[in-house]
């Protein structure tokens, strides 16, 4: 699964993407999220505020209960603040 | 037309593509918006755009879409910057053309709110306190909603 990191997202994580594979028990962005929060403290600070974390798959923007597949790109960011 | 670039515009030129060689055109509206020099914790020296490629091109494109649906119109033209930007400088030029001068300024607003609520780009502010990602405003969101059908 590829996943890119965008804003303060990426910023805490400390990289803008790369490539994971997630355990057979991720499927869903709920579930991405919670084993994320366990790979390191930077992790856990980066989806602290889990509720404003937005997520888009495949580019598309998707809700928390969405599932994820091992050949996903998966995008997570703040809210967007362009214009 | 859709564009993301590091790089200005040049507003005269933009306008005069978007309605050179087309005479049902009665009418142009346009935004344009800048960097000022002050936000919610005090003056600002720069900001950084940032954005998701890809995913940014499909979701103005979608916006764009969604607009002629709903107007009549002759041409859009979004051009919006990434990169670092100062005071002053442009960020992003929003411009419709429509036989006539409602479905241009009423385009023109909508897709302005909605590409700020539903584009992938993200402000970072660089001021004497140091650096600050912008938080979306709650403002925004309210002038995207005046537009759900």
């Given at each position: 699964m590829k996943l890119l990191y965008f804003a303060w997202v990426r910023t805490n994580i400390g990289k803008a993407e790369e490539e994971v594979a997630a355990?057979?028990?991720?499927?869903t962005v709920e579930d991405l999220l919670d084993w994320l929060a366990t790979l390191g403290p930077q992790y856990a600070a980066a989806l602290d505020r889990r509720n404003v974390v937005k997520v888009a798959v495949n580019h598309e923007y998707v809700e928390h209960d969405h599932p994820v597949r091992p050949d996903d790109e998966v995008a997570l960011f703040p809210p967007v603040t362009g214009g | 037309m859709i564009r993301i670039q590091r790089e200005d515009f040049d507003i005269g030129a933009e306008l005069a593509s978007l309605t050179?060689?087309?005479?049902?055109?009665g009418g142009l509206a346009m935004f344009v918006g800048l960097v000022r020099d002050r936000a919610s914790q005090g003056q600002i020296s720069a900001m950084t755009l940032e954005h998701y490629p890809g995913m940014t091109e499909r979701r103005l494109g979608e916006i764009e879409a969604e607009a002629r649906r709903r107007w009549p119109l002759e041409g859009v033209t979004i051009i919006h910057r990434y990169g670092r930007l100062e005071p002053g400088e442009r960020i992003v030029l929003v411009a419709t053309t429509s036989s006539h001068r409602q479905a241009a300024l009423d385009s023109c607003a909508f897709l302005i709110d909605w590409l700020k609520t539903k584009a992938p780009f993200w402000k970072l502010e660089e001021g004497a306190a140091g650096v600050q990602w912008v938080e979306a405003r709650e403002s925004d969101d309210q002038a995207a909603e005046r537009w759900k059908k």
């Open positions: 355990p057979d028990h991720v499927q | 050179d060689g087309n005479a049902r055109i």
